[in-house]
């Protein structure tokens, strides 16, 4: 676990602590009633919104009778959660769970209707996007905002273990004039390169497919192979970012991205339709 995120902790520990409440059979209610707090305290901690402090953690290490051995790793865990991740330095970032969980995920898929996620994009093609979707932002912020876009791809995929990562686009993003033809052709070649390099698998649903499985215009799946983590599901909206993590929706995701990849070209043909696209620019 020694290269997990603080992000990453939280939500092991959240995972932890949960089966151990469940499987004294207490209700969230119950154990709220124990550490005289509300149950929304507990659940925002079992679920990794909230990071347990180190008092909850050993209140709830004695209601759920766990061994010392146990105790003092989830202490541990509880510790490591409020270590800074690299990207406290961005402070007005609001996906920071996101950043988090991409340190440590073994697998991330993207779905993309109108731009291209976050972790394909160029500098400029950012910095046209951020301003597209605010215009009032401040420069300073601007500037943070695509410094951190940049680091998160660095991070990630220059690392020693970097994820699996895919992305399936609706042709339109490929089109979509963002920042101008220089801006665009410039990031249509950075994709090639990635696509080139094996650091990523790139499908795109051509206009031919008509319609296809997905209701959401972004979303990015997040898997973690080798933990106890479960999969998630991260969709950002104007006014706010979801995280969905019942089995039953993500399963949903799960079953949108194998229609979708059935609506795509292959990733030759993908990459081929990129090319006559970029040479439009």
Not at 47 to 61: E, F, I, P, S, W
Request: charged residues 30%; negative net charge.
């Amino acid at each position: 676990m020694a290269d997990l995120s603080p992000t990453v902790r939280q939500r092991e520990l959240g995972v932890r602590l949960r089966e151990l409440r469940t499987a004294k059979n207490l209700t969230v209610e119950m154990v709220a009633k124990e550490l005289l707090c509300s149950p929304t305290k507990i659940s925002r901690a079992e679920t990794g919104v909230r990071r347990a402090t180190l008092r909850d953690v050993r209140d709830l290490c004695q209601i759920y009778e766990v061994d010392p051995e146990t105790s003092a790793e989830l202490m541990e865990l509880a510790k490591d959660a409020y270590q800074p991740g690299w990207w406290a330095k961005y402070d007005d970032l609001k996906i920071t769970p996101l950043i988090g969980m991409e340190q440590s995920a073994s697998a991330i898929t993207s779905f993309g209707m109108y731009f291209f996620p976050a972790l394909l994009q160029s500098a400029d093609y950012a910095r046209a996007i951020i301003k597209g979707i605010a215009p009032k932002i401040e420069d300073k912020i601007l500037d943070g905002r695509v410094a951190a876009r940049m680091e998160r791809q660095q991070k990630l995929f220059e690392g020693s273990k970097p994820p699996k990562h895919r992305v399936v686009l609706d042709e339109a993003v490929l089109r979509r004039h963002i920042g101008g033809p220089a801006v665009m052709r410039a990031q249509l070649d950075q994709v090639l390169s990635v696509m080139r390099d094996d650091k990523t698998t790139v499908q795109v649903i051509p206009y031919t497919a008509g319609a296809y499985g997905a209701n959401d215009s972004n979303f990015t799946y997040l898997e973690f192979v080798g933990t106890k983590l479960p999969d998630l599901v991260f969709v950002e909206t104007l006014v706010s970012q979801l995280y969905i993590e019942r089995p039953d929706e993500v399963d949903r995701y799960s079953e949108a991205l194998d229609h979708l990849r059935d609506a795509a070209l292959n990733p030759r043909d993908s990459a081929k339709k990129i090319e006559e696209i970029r040479d439009e620019f």
